[in-house]
């Protein structure tokens, strides 16, 4: 018997939201029921009702007026609204997969601890550097006894960076820091983001810097290959430039995120990269959801 698709909402119709909605068109398991902004003429609102989609401008309190037609939202509004909508939606027992910085919620990257993405109902995807780093620092952290510090910059294409993002960026700054020393260990990080507004827009990129004992390239190489496949197996833009290991015992790995192309070129990496693993994560819930129906 083939199963029901999960109902999902979608709260923030911009950059993440549209693209996000694009991708779950494809998706066999998720069906979108609603798309929420809070401004009837925005551009993502418009999109979402020409795809044949039904919306709403009335924010949170008309996704709590409409709460029996879903059972997942996707937050892809901005770190400052997101608590605000998880104290509204978790009383109601809605799940909540919050795309923006915002801290609340239990930190996912779902090649590393997707297991765990069933005990709870307030799911965060971090940041786009996040899930971009934190599977290349995980593995690395398995090989070395102590890191002293790490570095990870984060570049992105102005134009694939909507306000919602630029008003957050203290937040971002701040929960990819959390991420990366907590599936790291390492003793001292810094993240830092560069929105480029060069022409070409630049492809989405991440750099990672590690400061560790002395290193055995061969080692580090396989074991940062074997991270980014399983990246690659919903993430398939993403790739490894560069992986250095150098004397000095610094480590030195660059990635980069292709986009697919669904709303914005494919530059926009940052978008795909967060919104596969959204996306993946609702596919849990949903499977879930019919394995007990059955
Ligand atoms: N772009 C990226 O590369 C990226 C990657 C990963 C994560 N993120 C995160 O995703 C979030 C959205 O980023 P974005 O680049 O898509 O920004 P965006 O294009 O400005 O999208 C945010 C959308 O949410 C709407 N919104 C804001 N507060 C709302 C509220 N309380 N109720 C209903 N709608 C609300 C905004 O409406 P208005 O038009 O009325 O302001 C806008 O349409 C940010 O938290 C960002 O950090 C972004």
Not at 81 to 95: A, C, D, M, T
């Amino acid at each position: 018997m083939k199963s029901q698709p999960l109902r999902v909402a979608i709260l923030g119709a911009g950059y993440i939201g549209t693209d996000l909605l694009i991708k779950i068109q494809r998706s066999l398991h998720l069906q979108c029921v609603l798309v929420v902004g809070r401004n009837q003429v925005s551009a993502g609102l418009r999109r979402a009702l020409k795809m044949g989609y039904s919306i709403t401008d009335g924010g949170i309190a008309a996704l709590v007026d409409q709460s029996h037609t879903f059972d997942l939202v996707f937050d892809a509004t901005d770190a400052h609204s997101h608590q605000e909508h998880w104290n509204q939606l978790k009383p109601l027992g809605k799940v909540m997969i919050n795309l923006t910085p915002s801290r609340s919620g239990h930190m996912i990257a779902p090649s590393i601890n997707g297991d765990e993405i069933l005990n709870h109902a307030n799911i965060s995807l971090i940041s786009c550097g996040g899930q971009a780093s934190v599977p290349i620092v995980n593995a690395l952290s398995g090989l070395f006894p102590s890191i002293p510090y790490i570095e990870v910059v984060t570049t992105a294409a102005s134009p694939s960076v909507g306000r919602g993002t630029r008003l957050n960026l203290d937040e971002y700054i701040e929960i990819t820091e959390i991420a990366i020393s907590t599936f790291s260990k390492a003793s001292q990080v810094k993240a830092i983001v560069n929105l480029s507004p060069a022409k070409p827009p630049p492809i989405f990129r991440v750099a990672i810097s590690m400061m560790t004992d002395e290193a055995d390239p061969t080692t580090v190489k396989a074991a940062v290959r074997k991270a980014a496949a399983q990246v690659v197996t919903f993430v398939p833009g993403y790739h490894i430039t560069a992986c250095e290991v150098f004397k000095s015992g610094q480590v030195f790995v660059a990635v980069e995120v292709q986009g697919r192309g669904d709303y914005l070129p494919s530059y926009a990496g940052n978008l795909d990269i967060i919104n596969a693993a959204a996306i993946m994560v609702a596919e849990r819930y949903a499977t879930r959801a019919a394995a007990s129906c059955q």
